[in-house]
């Protein structure tokens, strides 16, 4: 059973608008999120992060926001470059136990058009 | 370069074959674990070392798979007897031991 959920395999956007990327999630006992951009044949490379005492969390152009009633974070990208292009993955960690350990939900492949 | 390094990159095996895959992580880094990526999936976790502590391999999927890291720097994930589900791309992070960690480039292995 999934417990990080990204329900869009593909996103293609203007070059200049708004990416939005979307993730859920199932366990509530996590508490930290994160998201990692991957280009093809390297690894994931750290984005941004939010924890859960927080609601939104904004490093120039990328915001991220989390719901926690909903169980549901986006990304935001503002506005979208043609180097933005990438698989975008959602990432959670839980507190205790484990806590080290992400949680990567699929992939959401951005594209975007010039 | 100041980054996670993995060799080799690509390593394709016969099945039944014996792996070693090397992972060098940032320096000073305590933290290092191991994650598998298959095919249209996201990274999903193996193993987690604290320095030359081996504090979690619940993630390993047989006990074909065995991961070191001897001296707390160097790590070394062996699979023996290879399967061809085994076929997917290791991924190393490091991380000082907050949240944020940094990953290698992955070693894409193809068990033919």
């Known amino acids: 059973d999934q417990q990080v959920k990204q329900n869009s395999p593909s996103l293609s956007v203007q070059e200049g608008r708004i990416s939005i990327l979307n993730c859920d999630y199932t366990n509530s006992m996590f508490d930290y999120f994160l998201w990692y951009k991957k280009y093809p044949a390297e690894g994931p490379t750290f984005l941004i992060s939010i924890s859960s005492i927080k609601d939104k969390n904004e490093d120039g152009r990328f915001t991220v926001f989390l719901n926690k009633s909903a169980k549901h974070l986006s990304l935001h990208i503002v506005p979208s470059q043609p180097g933005d292009s990438a698989v975008y993955f959602c990432?959670?960690?839980?507190?205790?136990?484990?806590?080290?350990?992400?949680?990567f939900g699929k992939g959401t492949k951005l594209s975007v058009i010039p | 370069g100041a980054g996670v390094s993995q060799s080799p990159r690509y390593k394709v095996a016969k099945r039944g074959q014996d792996v070693a895959l090397r992972c060098d992580p940032i320096?000073?880094?305590?933290?290092l674990f191991w994650y598998q990526q298959a095919l249209g999936q996201g990274p999903e976790f193996l193993t987690y070392?604290?320095?030359?502590?081996?504090?979690?391999k619940s993630g390993l999927p047989s006990d074909r798979f065995f991961a070191e890291r001897p001296e707390g720097s160097v790590s070394t994930l062996k699979i023996q007897r290879t399967q061809q589900e085994d076929s997917a791309v290791y991924l190393c992070?490091?991380?000082?031991?907050?949240?944020?960690?940094?990953f290698g480039p992955g070693t894409r292995l193809t068990v033919l």
């Open positions: 990432a959670a960690s839980g507190s205790g136990a484990g806590s080290y350990q992400l949680t």
């Open positions: 992070a490091s991380s000082t031991g907050t949240e944020e960690q940094f």
């Open positions: 070392f604290q320095n030359e502590a081996q504090l979690d």
């Open positions: 320096s000073g880094h305590v933290s």
